[in-house]
């Protein structure tokens, strides 16, 4: 593990730095490459990478080569979760200069389809997203990317926590999604990565109680660590569902309130349905599974609402914000941190790919 150096870098005949990014080229196989940028156009700018989280959607194409229905037909540039530093802009920029430190969202929608004019962009059939085959990720020295897609950092906002703003934009979507308040008890199914951001969105939105499950004490522990009221280690079993159910309504005076299923399997999810009150809502935030069988009649009984989540919209500013004045720190979430070179990208995706006490695994570039 390294300190986070400059990583590999070679001169062109030129003199000009040459950039270097790591492509997926097969199963588990990553290679640092050149990567040539495309023209910077007016309304972008050219960003050097400095930090990047590696995501779980990039531990399954790391893995099977697809995630979900996303499938890497050729060698593909991974990494979307990143913060830089601004070195170039384009000619109409007039928000951003060089030297400036951003956040990057990394999903670029077409802006002009009736999801993109509704305000749903995330859900744009059109997106272009950072690793998301075909279109190549950020896990480079540099990358282009329009400015209206960079978020200056304020001076106290590290670049680690800028990338963090990716994983933390799910929770606070997902609560925004919810309506979570000062008057909503919570459930979290799952105390991975995105189960842990949406434990510290839903206190930042005012939860007066938010409990946790998990299969893991570790995960727990750091849960625990975080500010969950309550925390539940549940099994893998789906026939135990009726007496953890009974567990974790105990655990809340009131009732639960709304649910966040942050793994998505048969078991979270029937869980979720059988342990939200009446009237309440299930936000289904993880999607391990592409088809579940969920007691969905009875559900439905109870007038339970299920709302699905799928990535963000218009969330980096509050996330923003949320660090600057600290009423959320991700830094505890960095468990991880390695630099850019060949043997430490295979390094830091075995890591993640492994996880073990492992929660986020940084590059700093």
């Not at 969950?228 to 009732?255: H, L, M, Y």
Request: net charge negative; aromatic share 6%.
């Amino acid at each position: 593990m390294a300190d986070g150096g400059a990583g590999i870098q070679e001169s062109k005949g030129d003199g000009r730095e040459e950039n270097m990014a790591a492509w997926l080229v097969g199963i588990e196989n990553l290679k640092i490459q050149p990567y040539h940028l495309p023209p910077l156009g007016p309304h972008d700018v050219k960003v050097r990478i400095k930090a990047l989280g590696i995501c779980g959607s990039d531990i399954h194409h790391f893995k099977h080569m697809r995630c979900a229905n996303f499938i890497v037909k050729k060698p593909m540039v991974i990494g979307h979760e990143c913060a830089g530093i601004i070195e170039e802009v384009g000619s109409e920029v007039e928000y951003l200069a060089v030297g400036d430190r951003v956040a990057l969202e990394p999903g670029i929608s077409c802006t002009q389809c009736d999801l993109c004019k509704d305000g749903r962009y995330n859900l744009c059939r059109q997106m272009k997203f950072f690793g998301s085959p075909p279109t190549n990720g950020s896990l480079a020295n540099k990358v282009v990317h329009p400015a209206s897609l960079c978020y200056k950092l304020p001076d106290n906002v590290s670049l680690e926590e800028g990338a963090m703003c990716e994983p933390l934009s799910v929770g606070v979507h997902a609560c925004r999604r919810a309506n979570i308040g000062p008057e909503t008890s919570v459930l979290i199914m799952g105390a991975g990565t995105i189960g842990l951001v949406t434990l510290l969105a839903a206190h930042a939105f005012g939860a007066p109680r938010i409990v946790i499950v998990d299969v893991e004490a570790r995960r727990l522990s750091m849960a625990k660590d975080l500010g969950a009221d309550e925390t539940i280690q549940v099994s893998t079993d789906i026939q135990d569902i009726s007496e953890e159910v009974r567990k974790i309504q105990s655990a809340v005076p009131s009732s639960i309130d709304v649910t966040f299923d942050c793994v998505g399997v048969n078991k979270t999810m029937s869980t979720a349905l059988s342990a939200t009150r009446s009237g309440g809502k299930v936000c289904l935030i993880g999607l391990a599974q592409t088809e579940m069988t969920v007691p969905l009649t009875p559900a439905a009984a109870r007038e339970i609402d299920v709302i699905g989540i799928f990535r963000y919209r218009n969330t980096w500013p509050l996330c923003i914000e949320f660090l600057r004045t600290g009423k959320i720190d991700v830094k505890p979430l960095i468990t991880n941190r390695f630099g850019f070179s060949q043997e430490e990208i295979e390094e830091a995706f075995k890591t993640s790919a492994g996880g073990g006490s492992a929660i986020k695994v940084m590059f700093n570039l």
